[in-house]
């Protein structure tokens, strides 16, 4: 047996480190090449690290928790001989049946799923328990389970099943017992709850926001009669024809990235003793699931038709929820619009996307009587645009500007003026 090193690999474009969020085996364990030895997060994205060979895992030198750089080795492996010994094969292949009988009956490691798995699986209502995995330790991987879902053989989750409480429920009391001990401060009902990779690099993002950035904000309602009238016009014929949906969140990317052309100092950001203005505009948009949020990028918006942007709007927000997301699609945002009116919103204040000079929140359309020119009373649907900005780069003067037009350029969205293609 040969000793080899596995080392963090890249993960992604300008990805130079990523964190050992959990270890799928442990030492002494065989692995196929390829198999899946942990989860890693790399700037809010969940990866799989692969093995490099097929063997037996040794040491594992990162502990979880660790932050690795690309490069560095993160555990070692055994692997066999590839020069043949008359004198050692025997040997090596009583060892090898030996291990392979282990490996066929070793399940322990079949009912640990990655992030991916339970999004893909609670997507398509696959039960996991009748899912064979191809994993090192009957470990079901993302790819076992999109094969079964091209293959339209999906074991659908039935009654019985439920009655059984998934194993990760089954070891969350364990882990409460356990850490309760380790915390007296703790009272009879409370919920300890890990902190997740995701959720630590969010905490650390807003922590350096907050801590950096001398935030100011400033809000202007606008009045979208007639975009909303545009859109659900043709609403439906579009989602016949393209196969997905025209959102409204597709006009607000669409005039932000127009205005930004207009204003490139709100398309800036702070670099120590310079600002340096950027000269593509790549808009992060905010996409949440049910415990994480992720800030995928729509790469030069003002290129993009109103149709191009929402068919990116959707790729980006399925790839979040299917837990396909990959690092390069969080890289290179320069200015960040979030759709908070999707939850029924009206006011917020958003906290900036460090390093980004500026973030704009999209509140909820909200139809209302408005007091129109000559004194009349109009139902009209009005939405709350709210701009947050570092105020080391700018000010009240152009942000109010700069808001201003993206207010002008909603208010005046029709059929008459404004193309989806």
Known sequence: MATQNITMPQLGESVTEGTIDKWLIKPGDRVKKYDTLAEVQTDKVTAELPSSFTGIIGELIAKEGDTIEVGEVVCTIEIEETTPSTNKAPEKAATNSSVEQVKS??????????????????????????????????????????KMIEAGAIPKVTPQ???????????????????????????SGDIEIPVSGVRKAIAKNMLTSTQEIPHAWMMMEVDVT??????????????KKEGYSLTYFAFFVKAVSQALKEFPMMNSQWQGDKIIQKKEINLSIAVATDDALFVPVIHNADDKSIKGIAKEIHELA??????????????????TVNNTGSFGSVQSMGIINYPQAAILQIESIVKRPVIMNGGMFAARDMVNICLSIDHRILDG?????????????????????????
Request: without cysteine; aromatic residues 6%.
């Open 161 to 187: 099943i439920d009655e059984k409480p998934a194993v990760e429920i089954k070891q969350q009391p364990v882990t409460e017992v356990k850490q309760a001990k380790e915390y007296t401060s703790l009272s």
């Open 226 to 239: 007639d975009l909303v009238n545009y859109r659900d016009s043709i609403k439906d014929e579009f989602k």
């Open 397 to 421: 003067l152009i942000s109010g500007k700069f808001l201003g037009r993206v207010k002008e350029i909603l208010e005046n969205i029709s059929k008459d003026n404004t193309s989806i293609y």
């Open 105 to 146: 009956t070793d399940q322990s490691m079949k009912t640990r799923y990655s992030p991916a798995v339970v999004r893909l699986a609670s997507e398509h209502q696959i039960d996991l328990t009748q899912v064979k995995g191809s994993g090192a330790s009957g470990r079901i991987t993302r790819k076992d389970i999109q």
């Open 318 to 335: 399925s790839k979040v929820r299917s837990g396909k997301l990959k690092s390069e699609d969080m890289q290179g945002g320069t200015f």
